[in-house]
């Protein structure tokens, strides 16, 4: 599963390019024909009479969320606990973002009522959608894609009775365009087939380094950039471009600013020895009809008591008591002051960096490091009005693609089930050093430079967009590292980030818990709305456990829920009700300041992949 169209594209030819010789002629057959097919005039895919029915019966009807039981249940416990949900003392969470709510809404369902600060004024953080500008569509400013299994978002999204349409059904071609020329899909799996033989290689040699566990090779795949990795098995200029483009749109930083690990072990999520580059990512996708933000506003909802907005948090320190004092900024040259038994932070450490970690605290100098060096990624996103789905109608392609242009790296139609004569709406994403080369406040600029490539490669672009009375392009724009609450789109791991900082960062420091996307390991959701929600029920269960108040801890077969502790992690529910597995909590440094080796959990990513009968 993958953030962004291109990168589930690369998925796919990866996918083919490691099957043998004959699936390859078959799928090279199979692309000739469609391209034969497609230059007769004829579609190449479904009959497009039913394309949007194909869409909310095959794709959304399948797993359309019902109203969840548990509801009731919810608000009479929030009701009851209102009241402990005010003043000081108890459990502080910092962020309303999914991982702030989803903690909160967690330990709401245990008896506790966690107090929630916010320093802007709606919830869902990065999660945001975009309504009542583009007639009677959703689209999303921030997380987009939720993945098939990506279950504790979709176990949301069934509870809060929400709908979801599948993107991934959408039938039509997609566009390739480097270096000036359009390429066959078939193309480009050739490309890709003559790597994956030294991709299998090194594979064998790499184990899953974190800061605590990682062998001499390890370190040496972790310093290497993605870049160099590519020049040392002579990727050659198409695959060159496939890549960086697919990785700068899903990590949202050039190859030369990621390491080679992460790139091994994304075209091998599944840990079971098998190669089968991303095959452990299907790239089957979904989104919430209404908006992906409005789970979070489900969440907040059930919460116990409202949530404090407005609250920008500029200190942390411990007092002698061992409880910790928070210090917010409320605007207007005011300033308030709370104190509590346990705090869950969950900014994005590009933010935390700038928060006043009281050196009373005494976080140990792996975690300063942690907070210091964990990058971020830059993502622009575009997303313009269509008078209809012409990209279709006219050529027969759903509308996504990529290209190594900065103004259309990875297009994809948002919403498609809502588009109809009122229109239709593409998301242009952008990603990486090509940020720069975007004009970054005009978003009109921006809109017609897109337009512009779009043109090239779909003809009818122009004409076929929607624009207003003055002639502005209808579009809007979401620059997330200009937004001082995020800084930044999402996690990107930098060379060397595997064997110096990686599982440092969720752990906790006696009371101080981390949470959030960033605190999630690479090898389960880290980057993801999924693994913002599960950082959430795991500090909630960190939470739970510093209480004291955890119910009896449910130990799983085989061990693999065991914390490394020798405890085990509370099975806990998504804060509705309904129980998922969390992965096991990370654990508090060890005496000598370092963190103990890490245990083996089920990956929530691993867990995903075995089926019911299995788990
Ligand atoms: C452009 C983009 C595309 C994405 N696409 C996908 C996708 O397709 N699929 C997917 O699964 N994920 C995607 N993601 C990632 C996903 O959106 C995030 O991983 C997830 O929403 C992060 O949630 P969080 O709670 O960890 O952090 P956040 O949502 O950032 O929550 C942190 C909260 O803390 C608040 N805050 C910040 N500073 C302070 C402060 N000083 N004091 C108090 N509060 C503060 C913020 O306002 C925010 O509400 C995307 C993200 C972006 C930006």
Not at 252 to 270: E, K, N, P, T
Not at 402 to 414: C, I, K, N, P, Y
Not at 458 to 469: F, I, M, Q, V
Not at 517 to 527: A, R
């Amino acid at each position: 599963m993958s953030r962004t169209e291109s990168m589930a594209q690369l998925a796919r030819i990866a996918d083919t390019a490691a099957c043998g010789a004959e699936d390859l002629a078959r799928h090279r057959e199979a692309c000739t024909t469609d391209a034969q097919t497609a230059a007769a005039g004829g579609d190449t895919q479904a009959p497009s009479a039913s394309r949007r029915q194909f869409l909310l019966g095959a794709g959304a009807a399948g797993i359309a969320a019902s109203a969840g039981t548990l509801l009731p249940a919810g608000l009479a416990a929030a009701a009851r606990l209102r009241k402990q949900a005010t003043g000081n003392g108890g459990v502080a969470v910092v962020g309303a973002g999914l991982a702030g709510l989803s903690c909160a809404a967690e330990l709401a369902r245990h008896g506790i009522a966690a107090k929630v600060f916010e320093a802007d004024w709606r919830v869902g953080g990065r999660c945001r959608s975009l309504r009542g500008f583009f007639h009677g569509q959703v689209a999303e400013l921030g997380g987009e894609f939720i993945g098939a299994s990506h279950h504790t978002m979709l176990g949301y999204a069934r509870e809060l009775g929400l709908t979801l349409e599948e993107s991934a059904v959408f039938p039509g071609e997609r566009f390739y365009r480097f270096d000036g020329q359009r390429y066959t899909e078939a193309q480009v799996v050739e490309e890709f087939a003559a790597f994956t033989a030294s991709i299998r290689e090194d594979l064998a040699l790499l184990r899953h380094p974190t800061a605590d566990a990682y062998s001499e090779t390890d370190q040496f795949f972790d310093f290497m950039s993605l870049d160099d990795y590519l020049t040392l098995h002579g990727a050659g200029s198409l695959l060159r471009g496939l890549i960086s483009t697919a990785y700068a749109g899903e990590y949202g930083a050039g190859i030369d600013a990621l390491s080679a690990v992460g790139f091994l072990r994304f075209v091998q999520g599944d840990r079971r020895g098998k190669f089968a580059p991303f095959g452990a990512f299907t790239d089957r996708h979904f989104h919430v009809v209404e908006g992906n933000d409005r789970i979070a506003t489900g969440l907040m909802e059930r919460l116990p008591a409202p949530v404090a907005f407005g609250h920008r948090l500029v200190e942390v320190r411990k007092r002698g008591s061992g409880r910790i004092r928070l210090t917010f900024d409320t605007g207007g040259g005011r300033s308030v002051s709370t104190e509590h038994d346990s705090v869950v932070l969950t900014l994005p450490f590009s933010v935390l960096r700038g928060v006043e970690l009281h050196r009373s605290l005494e976080l140990p100098a792996w975690k300063r490091d942690a907070i210091a060096r964990s990058a971020m990624g830059h993502h622009d996103k575009l997303i313009v009005g269509f008078s209809s789905d012409y990209w279709h109608t006219l050529h027969g392609c759903n509308g996504s693609g990529f290209s190594d242009r900065a103004h259309l790296q990875s297009v994809w139609e948002t919403n498609p089930a809502a588009a109809g004569a009122h229109g239709a709406i593409l998301s242009r994403y952008c990603g990486g050093p090509a940020v720069g080369a975007l004009s970054g406040h005009d978003v009109q600029a921006d809109a017609r430079a897109f337009l512009a490539e779009l043109e090239t490669v779909l003809p009818g672009a122009l004409r076929e967009a929607k624009y207003n009375t003055r002639g502005d392009v209808w579009a809007h724009a979401e620059r997330w590292s200009r937004n001082p609450l995020s800084r930044g789109s999402y996690s990107a791991p930098q060379p060397g980030y595997f064997t110096t900082i990686a599982h440092n960062e969720g752990k906790a420091v006696g009371n101080l818990l981390f949470a959030g996307e960033h605190t999630s390991s690479f090898y389960e959701w880290q980057g993801f709305m999924e693994g913002a929600a599960l950082s959430g029920l795991r500090a909630a269960a960190e939470a739970l456990q510093s209480a004291n108040t955890a119910p009896q801890p449910v130990i799983r077969t085989g061990g693999n829920q065991r914390a490394a502790t020798g405890t085990a992690a509370p099975a806990v529910a998504n804060g509705l009700g309904r129980a998922v597995r969390t992965p096991a909590a990370p654990r508090a440094s060890g005496p000598s300041g370092r963190p103990a080796p890490a245990g083996r959990g089920v990956r929530a990513r691993e867990f995903a992949q075995l089926g019911d009968d299995q788990r």
